[in-house]
């Protein structure tokens, strides 16, 4: 198996092909009205119908370790949270699949990405040594979809993985059971270390992180970040309007409204 088809969902081809029987898994964070008090079916049953209008199963499962907390909760704030639980490595950290914009520590997160991204480009720099910048897959994959009879698909792939810099990224990536480099990083995650800019790092680490594949608003719209949900052929560009759109939106919301990330189908 190619580097690029482990870089796509497996019921997803790099060429567009999809499993006929499959669906693509999705995570979307969806805004919700303050619930203080709120059951957790009823919870549950206002986000299948937010979601309803935006995807073919919304009956999805709650991302239980979407939002990091960088604190141990409180009895008070535990009860307002959407299944919290303390990570079982790390004792100061407390995960959950949302609760209170206002309790889930967003500018905790972007500072802890903002104090380990330095870190995070040098180890980088490290492995990428004496290569030349690469360009990520989604530029070769455009000049595939322009013209798909002279620049096949398989051209395409090889010669994306022929760069010497994503070479090194994917043995560096295969020496640690495939844990150091994920999908983005051969995407707009490659463009973002290429800046060599750590706050460019940090603050897209942190609009994934937080908004993922989307964001449903208060309002009921769905923000997304670019017209393919695979995160390897989206842009670095294309991510940052998206993180701004949906960071503006959150920031302007009242610090009681609810934040819950949901895997589902699209």
Do not use: K
Request: glycine fraction near 6%; charged fraction near 20%.
């Amino acid at each position: 198996m190619s580097l690029v088809h482990t870089l796509y969902p497996r019921h997803r081809l790099p060429t567009g092909e999809q499993c006929p029987a499959c669906t693509d898994p999705v995570c979307l964070v969806v805004c919700l009205p303050p619930a203080a008090g709120r059951h957790l079916l009823e919870l549950v049953a206002e986000l299948v119908g937010r979601l309803r209008p935006h995807v073919s199963a919304p009956a999805g499962l709650l991302d239980a370790t979407h939002f990091a907390l960088w604190h141990r909760p409180n009895p008070t704030e535990t009860r307002l949270l959407v299944l919290p639980a303390p990570d079982a490595d790390l004792p100061e950290v407390t995960w959950c699949a949302g609760g209170p914009i206002g309790l889930l520590d967003l500018a905790a997160t972007a500072a802890q990405l903002r104090a380990c991204a330095p870190r995070d480009i040098d180890e980088w720099h490290t492995i990428v040594t004496g290569t030349e910048a690469a360009r990520p897959w989604w530029r070769y994959l455009d000049a595939h979809h322009a013209d798909p009879a002279r620049y096949p698909a398989e051209q395409a792939m090889a010669e994306f993985e022929a760069q010497p810099r994503i070479a090194a990224m994917a043995t560096a990536a295969a020496d640690s059971h495939g844990g150091r480099f994920a999908a983005d990083m051969y995407g707009p995650g490659l463009e973002a270390l290429h800046t060599n800019d750590p706050n460019v790092y940090a603050d897209y680490q942190a609009g994934l992180l937080t908004f993922a594949d989307g964001l449903v608003t208060l309002d009921g719209q769905l923000i997304i970040p670019s017209f393919t949900p695979v995160l390897v052929e989206q842009t670095l560009a294309e991510r940052q309007l998206f993180h701004d759109r949906a960071g503006s939106h959150v920031a302007a919301l009242d610090p009681t409204t609810l934040l819950v990330a949901v895997r589902c189908m699209q």
